[in-house]
């Protein structure tokens, strides 16, 4: 584990990549600063990190009890 001179662990900033203070003291953990924070907030906001899903199914062709509830 990564320690800084005052003994606090350092992690990777998932932004930048730099060392980032893994502390309460650090109040953008797990990132290094506000901007990188920012960056990242940024990049949700404009869906650029996005969870991969299939596309919804046509109720027409689905589950004929869930059609029915549907109606």
Same mark, same amino acid.
């Given at each position: 584990? *990564?320690?800084? &001179?005052?003994?606090?662990? =350092? ?7 730099? $060392? &980032?203070? !893994?502390?309460? &003291?650090? *109040?953008?953990?797990? !990132? ?8 990242? =907030?940024? @990049?949700?906001? &404009? ?5 991969? @899903?299939?596309?919804?199914? $046509?109720?027409? %062709?689905?589950?004929? %009890?869930?059609?029915? @509830?549907?109606?």
């Amino acid at each position: 584990m *990564k320690t800084n &001179s005052q003994g606090q662990r =350092l992690v990777r900033c998932p932004q930048c990549g730099g $060392d &980032s203070v !893994f502390a309460p &003291s650090n *109040k953008w953990r797990p !990132f290094c600063s506000e901007r990188c924070r920012q960056i990242d =907030l940024g @990049a949700w906001a &404009s869906e650029s990190f996005r969870v991969p @899903a299939a596309p919804p199914q $046509d109720p027409d %062709e689905g589950d004929p %009890e869930r059609v029915a @509830a549907l109606h």
